[in-house]
């Protein structure tokens, strides 16, 4: 994609993100209020907050919320679950940590499987879905297989970190999704990203969403 060229092209590919386990309802709101003045594609909330959000947000921005989060190893029904509940309380898009310690044995199917049914949940209900890999705990060959498997099984994008794994983003983790997945799916960089030259140094690489508790400080490094 076109790098953005303005501060406001930037901000609507940011998903200002509030996931501290601290995080109080003014907190929400406060970040709620910020995806409002600066132009964000939407908020992400821990799921105990989705409906608060949306009655704040309302449809003027996107509410998102997690699931299996952080460490993604929820059965695949309390995933399913835990998503159309996010759902049903007003989430626009979820995202999903894949069942990681299943990836590395190398039961592939297993997660194919979850995220099928996770996938099948928030498209009936016209969702958007996300699958983050923590691709901290991958190789680079590891990262493009997760990358197709999540797209096979019905991802909308795929996501490199939850910020609360071994690392976060990395541009060489991009350029591997965005290789893996082509024009089929969306590539979000999250983690760590805290500043304009990062996230576009993401967007470079083949990110066209950037997840950041910092979406405020980004804008206001943009030049």
């Not at 709101?29 to 989705?50: A, D, K």
């Not at 460490?71 to 049903?88: C, I, S, V």
């Not at 099928?116 to 009936?124: C, F, N, T």
């Not at 493009?144 to 909308?156: M, N, P």
């Amino acid at each position: 994609m076109d790098p953005p060229k303005t501060r406001e092209e930037l901000a609507r590919l940011i998903d200002h993100t509030i996931l501290s386990p601290a995080a109080t309802p003014q907190d929400v709101e406060r970040y709620c209020r910020e995806v409002l003045e600066y132009g964000f594609w939407g908020v992400m909330v821990n799921p105990s907050y989705v409906a608060y959000a949306k009655s704040v947000i309302g449809n003027r921005a996107r509410v998102m919320s997690v699931v299996g989060f952080p460490f993604g190893a929820t059965k695949p029904a309390l995933k399913a679950a835990e998503a159309e509940a996010a759902l049903n309380d007003g989430a626009d898009e979820v995202d999903m940590v894949m069942n990681i310690g299943a990836f590395k044995a190398g039961l592939y199917e297993v997660v194919e499987r979850e995220i099928r049914a996770v996938a099948s949940v928030v498209h009936d209900y016209g969702g958007v879905l996300k699958v983050i890999l923590e691709t901290g705990y991958l190789t680079p060959e590891e990262i493009a297989k997760a990358s197709l498997i999540a797209v096979g099984a019905g991802a909308d994008f795929v996501k490199t970190s939850t910020g609360y794994g071994p690392r976060g983003a990395a541009v060489e983790d991009v350029e591997i999704m965005r290789r893996a997945v082509g024009d089929r799916a969306g590539v979000k960089a999250a983690g760590g990203i805290r500043s304009a030259q990062q996230a576009l140094a993401m967007i470079k690489a083949g990110a066209n969403r950037i997840g950041s508790s910092h979406g405020v400080d980004i804008v206001k490094t943009f030049s």
